[in-house]
Antibody, heavy 122, light 108 residues
Framework: EVQLLESGGGLVQPGGSLRLSCAAS????????MNWVRQAPGKGLEWISV????????NYGDSVKGRFTISRDNSKNTLYLQMNGLRAEDTAVYYC???????????????WGQGTLVTVSS | EIVLTQSPGTLSLSPGERATLSCRAS???????LAWYQQKPGQAPRLLIY???NRATGIPDRFSGSGSGTDFTLTISRLEPEDFAVYYC?????????FGQGTKVEIK
């Protein structure tokens, strides 16, 4: 059974940093690109970052580019999101999500974690 | 950035009725790269449809997707009680990948 378990969320002051983790199991982690998607309270979904299966290619949404860094450790089956320069508008539930297929046709998300809440407030 | 606009914002229907949800893109999206998700309160989204019309694993056949270019549709043929939720379309054709703002299907 595929499982994605996020951790690392919490309350942080504006300008602060936080590192999220997503522990994966039940599939060959190193085969699939992985993503972070967030959802502000009461709002819709926002894709923020993707990393290739090997980790050598990344991409970001404009709202987080230059502040957030996605990475992965395939030996530990774990995805990360380093968040720096946090702002109030970054307050959201952060989900990790797995690509459906290991090719361009499969760049949608068939498995999601339960999410971890990040609150940016003084 | 491709903006996806979903309509209506809220759909009030009774169990057994047909639901038709629309997703319009600000520019053409390849039908290969359009998905639909269902989200219930307090839960992560669930993939329903990928590639515009392909049902994801375990999705009942009352859910169907169609469309091309800038206009896509999710149809639920006969609403079951568990179908009342928020639905999002998602394009993964052009970066940044984007979602629609959602359509809430509520019980009338």
């Amino acid at each position: 059974e595929v499982q994605l378990l996020e951790s690392g969320g919490g309350l942080v002051q504006p300008g602060g940093s936080l590192r999220l983790s997503c522990a994966a199991s039940g599939f060959t982690f190193s085969t699939y690109a992985m993503n972070w998607v967030r959802q502000a309270p009461g709002k819709g979904l926002e894709w923020i970052s993707v990393i290739s299966s090997s980790g050598d290619s990344t991409n970001y949404g404009d709202s987080v580019k230059g502040r957030f860094t996605i990475s992965r450790d395939n030996s530990k089956n774990t995805l990360y999101l380093q968040m720096n320069g946090l702002r109030a508008e970054d307050t959201a539930v952060y989900y990790c999500a797995k690509h459906l297929f290991d090719n361009s046709r499969g760049r949608c998300f068939d498995y999601w974690g339960q999410g971890t809440l990040v609150t940016v407030s003084s | 950035e491709i903006v996806l606009t979903q309509s209506p914002g809220t759909l009030s229907l009774s169990p057994g009725e047909r639901a038709t949800l629309s997703c319009r893109a600000s520019q053409s999206v390849s039908s290969t790269y359009l998905a639909w998700y269902q989200q219930k309160p307090g839960q992560a989204p669930r993939l329903l449809i990928y590639g515009s019309f392909n049902r994801a694993t375990g999705i009942p056949d009352r859910f169907s997707g169609s469309g091309s270019g800038t206009d896509f549709t999710l149809t639920i043929s006969r609403l079951e009680p568990e179908d009342f939720a928020v639905y999002y379309c998602h394009q993964y054709d052009s970066s940044p990948w984007t979602f629609g703002q959602g359509t809430k299907v509520e019980i009338k």
